[in-house]
C-alpha cells in the first residue's frame, strides 16, 4: 500500500495517474478510482503531462470509475464489487478522505482502515496507491491509523523559497527498506510528468583516479599533475581576471583527447564561448578560426541561473545534466555567486555531496571563482587538490600577474605571467596541436 499525501494542489492526482500509467505500459492493468475528478478533464491534463490515459484505456489496460459521494459502507461495497469481478494490478483511491471522513468517531475510522483497506491489498494482489489530503497548515494526516498500515508513505509538499516554488517529495516511511534520503527535489513538467531529481549521496568516497597527462610547461607549473577525481579551484580576485586560467584545462581536454562541460553561472553560452576563444588567440597564437575549432571539438558550454530554482533543486538539475553528458571534465564557472544565496549549510551539504558523486565517477572538477570573502575562500581551498590562485602585483605603474599554486602531494610554487612565460607558452602550444587527434574525441 503506497500513501501520498498532500495539501491541495500538491501533485497527488498526478502522481497517482503517472503510477498507473507507467505500470499499463508493461502490459499491467490499473484501475483508478475517484470521488473528485472529472474523466475528460483528468484524461485531458494528464495528456499535456505526457500520461497517455486515452491511449491506455484504448489498449483495456486503464480503467476510470468516479465514485458516488454516499455513505461508507455504500463506497466500500462499490469497490469491493468492483475487484471482485476484474483482477487489477494496480488500483488508485483518490481520495480516502471522501471515504472516511464521513466516520466521526476515530476508532470506527480505524476500524475501517485496517479491516478494508489493509485486507484490499491482499484482494487486488498488487499496489494499492491511496491519496489523502491534508488542510493547508496541516503537516501530517488526521485519519486514523492509515500511515500505520500503508508500506510506503510519501508526502509531496511545496514551500516558497526566494520567491521560487519548490517541491519536494518526503520519504516517511518505506517498510522493509533503509530511509536513506528524507527529501527529493521534484518538478511537474509538460510532456514529462513527475520529474524527480534524485540528489547523490554516496556513502563511500573513491579516490586515486587515473593520472592525466599534460604537454604545457604552464600546466604542469600551474596545476601540477592531477588524476580523475580531483578537484582543481581557480581562483582570482573580483576586481582583475585573466582567461589565461583556461589553458591548463584546454591542455588536458588535447593531450588526453577527451571532452569537457564549461557550466557558467554567470556568463551565456556565446560568452563562455568567447572567453575560451580570446584566451587561446591572445596567449597561443592560434588564429581566432583554429581557437574556434578546438573549443567546438573539446567543450560542451552551458549556461545555468542560480536564482532559477533552490539550491538543493539546482544541484539535483546538475547532477542530472551531467548524467547525459558523455565528459571527462566538468568546470563550474561564477561559483562565487553562491556566496550570497541560500543558506551555507544547505549550499555546503549539496556541494559537497555533488563533489563526491563526481569523484565516484572519475571526473576531474575545475571551479572557477572569485574571492568574495575569507572564509568562502578557505572553505572551497579546504575541499580542493590543487589551488591555483591568481593575484596581481605593481610593478612600475603596472599591474603583473602573480600565480601562485599548491596542491597534494608537492610543494607550493610563485610565478609572474611575464612575457617570457607566455612565448613559452606559444612555443609549447605548437606542440600540444601536433598531437591533434584526427577523430572527434569521445
Known sequence: MLLVVGHPGAGKTSFASQVCYANTLKGKKCLYMTFYEDKEKLFRHMERLGIKLFEAESKGLFEYLKLPVA??????????DKLSKTPYDVVVVDS???????????????????????????????????????????????????????????????????????????????????????????????????K????????????GGELLRTTLRFTKSTIGYVRRGDVVYVVYPPKARVPVVLLPFVDLLISNNIRGVFISYRFSTDESREAFINALTKFTGLSREDSSRVVDRYLHLESLNPTSATITHLHAITVELLEALNVDVVMFHGVEIFSVLGAPEEY???????????????????????????????????????????????????????????????????????????????????????ILQPSKPG
Open 196 to 207: 524527480v531529481y534524485m540528489p547523490p549521496r554516496p556513502q563511500r568516497v573513491i579516490g
Open 71 to 80: 455513505s461508507t459502507d455504500e463506497i466500500l461495497k462499490i469497490i469491493a
Open 348 to 434: 555546503w551539504t549539496s556541494l559537497i555531496n555533488e563533489l563526491y558523486w563526481l569523484k565516484n565517477k572519475g571526473k576531474l572538477v575545475v571551479r572557477f571563482s572569485s574571492k568574495p570573502s575569507h572564509h568562502w575562500y578557505r572553505t572551497n581551498v579546504s575541499l580542493s587538490d590543487v589551488i591555483f590562485e591568481l593575484n596581481y602585483k605593481h610593478v612600475d605603474g603596472k599591474l603583473i600577474p602573480l600565480i601562485y599554486s599548491w596542491g597534494r602531494g608537492r610543494d607550493p610554487v610563485m610565478f609572474e605571467l611575464s612575457d617570457a612565460v607566455i612565448a613559452e607558452l606559444k612555443e609549447d602550444f605548437k606542440k600540444l596541436l601536433a
Open 96 to 194: 480516502v478522505n471522501a471515504a472516511i471522513e464521513l466516520i466521526e468517531n476515530t476508532r470506527a475510522q480505524r476500524a475501517v482502515l485496517l479491516n478494508f483497506f489493509y485486507q484490499l491489498v491482499n484482494a487486488i494482489n498488487g499496489l494499492l496507491v491511496v491519496i489523502a489530503e491534508i488542510p493547508l497548515g496541516k503537516e501530517a494526516v488526521e485519519l486514523g491509523a492509515i500511515e500505520f498500515i500503508a508500506d510506503i508513505v510519501i508526502y509531496l509538499k511545496h514551500r516558497i523559497t526566494r520567491g521560487l516554488i519548490t517541491r519536494m517529495m518526503e520519504l516517511r516511511k518505506i517498510r522493509g527498506a533503509p530511509l536513506m534520503v528524507a527529501e527529493i527535489p521534484f518538478s511537474i513538467v509538460e510532456s514529462q510528468g513527475f
